[in-house]
């Protein structure tokens, strides 16, 4: 037992000091962690305080002053025409145009291309007509923000996700087959290590790989607020989501021809492996879809702990779904795998 622990252990090994000399595999695996010293940069972003904005009034009525002595964080100008004040807006040198055609008649055209600016633009406009026009308030509504969840918490989820399909679905299918290109795998044959722990070790080394960029995120993104059964939720949904990938990954290895047909079937596989999760909060149907998916499982396990701060309790149904498809995914590379071993004998 313990010299079959050394051959997987050195096949490990082997695996990552290639890993670190393969640009590729560097690049897909650096990249995500160079973008999560990033999320803390969108965590300044605030919503903008000042707008510039363009008034054009074809009546001689006093909105211009209005909005001059009300809305202090209003920028303004007097546009010459109703096609000029349009042209600054659409050429993206003011955020918004009002066009006042009569004492209570009013266009407004604001910059699409800016979502941030036309939601709190729309509002503020919205209620400094009805100021104006003397509309008594219906109602008090006050929106409060429940958690303080940053902005690069709540991306987290996603990114992750993203990174460990990546790195199990396109890196490790390609490694594998890499080494049906260099006949090591036949090779292993005639060796005193067996074809089992040439998988096992391939397995592992995925496994690692994926963890460990996944640490590497959580750290660099300052998680440390989370409680106990959080943090065994979050290491059990990262251990299953990676033996899930990895799985996928060996069984495009073994089945692919060679290192150029894994790298196709691999981008093949990758988009529509996780686009339905991206997209899984569109209908009921797309999220039935989306749950055929390990990727979704992952996805919506993460989001429980990392911004909810949920235990292995809130999310058992995920833990479990992600045990099954681990479970059935090595299955499939396993029998793959011994179909393609026999095949050389």
């Known amino acids: 037992m313990g010299e079959k622990l050394r051959r997987i252990r050195a096949f490990v090994q082997k ?21 999560s010293l990033l999320f ?15 008034i054009y009034e074809e009546t001689g009525s006093d909105f211009t002053q209005f909005v001059a002595n009300t809305a202090l964080n209003f920028d303004l100008e007097a546009a010459p025409s109703v096609e000029r004040g349009q042209e600054l807006v659409k050429h993206g040198e003011i955020h918004g145009f009002i066009q006042v055609k009569d004492e209570d008649e009013f266009l407004v055209f604001l910059d699409s291309g800016r979502p941030v600016y036309f939601f709190a633009l729309s509002e503020s406009i919205t209620q400094l007509v009805e100021v104006y026009l003397g509309i008594p308030i219906r109602y008090d509504l006050e929106i409060i923000a429940v958690g303080d969840t940053t902005v690069s918490r709540s991306v987290l ?75 065994i939720a979050l290491s ?83 833990l479990v779904a992600l045990l099954f498809f681990s479970m059935f995914l090595m299955g499939a590379t396993f029998f793959a795998y011994r179909r393609m071993v026999n095949s050389y004998d």
Do not use: C
Request: charged share 10%; proline share 4%; no cysteine.
């Open 157 to 231: 989820p996603v990114w992750i996700t993203v990174t460990m399909s990546m790195i199990g679905v396109m890196v490790v299918s390609g490694m594998l087959a890499e080494e049906k290109d260099t006949k090591t795998i036949e090779a292993i044959g005639v060796s005193p290590a067996g074809y089992s722990e040439f998988l096992l070790g391939k397995g592992l080394f995925g496994v690692l790989l994926s963890s460990g960029t996944v640490v590497i995120m959580i750290a660099l993104n300052r998680v440390q607020d989370l409680g106990f059964s959080s943090w």
């Open 236 to 318: 059990a949904l990262t251990l299953l989501g990676a033996a899930s990938f990895t799985s996928i990954g060996l069984l495009i290895g073994v089945l692919a021809s060679g290192q150029s047909t894994a790298r196709s079937v691999a981008t093949i596989t990758y988009f529509p492996l996780l686009f339905p999760t991206l997209v899984s909060d569109l209908s009921s149907f797309t999220r039935i879809l989306a749950s055929l998916f390990p990727t979704f499982h992952l996805f919506a396990g993460l989001e429980s702990v990392l911004l909810h701060n949920q235990g292995v309790g809130g999310v058992g149904a995920k």
């Open 40 to 54: 803390g940069l969108l965590d300044t972003v605030q919503t903008p305080k000042n707008f510039s904005i363009a």
């Open 15 to 35: 695996d990552l000091y290639e890993s670190v000399k393969n640009r590729s595999i560097l690049i897909a695996v650096a990249l995500p962690v160079v973008a």
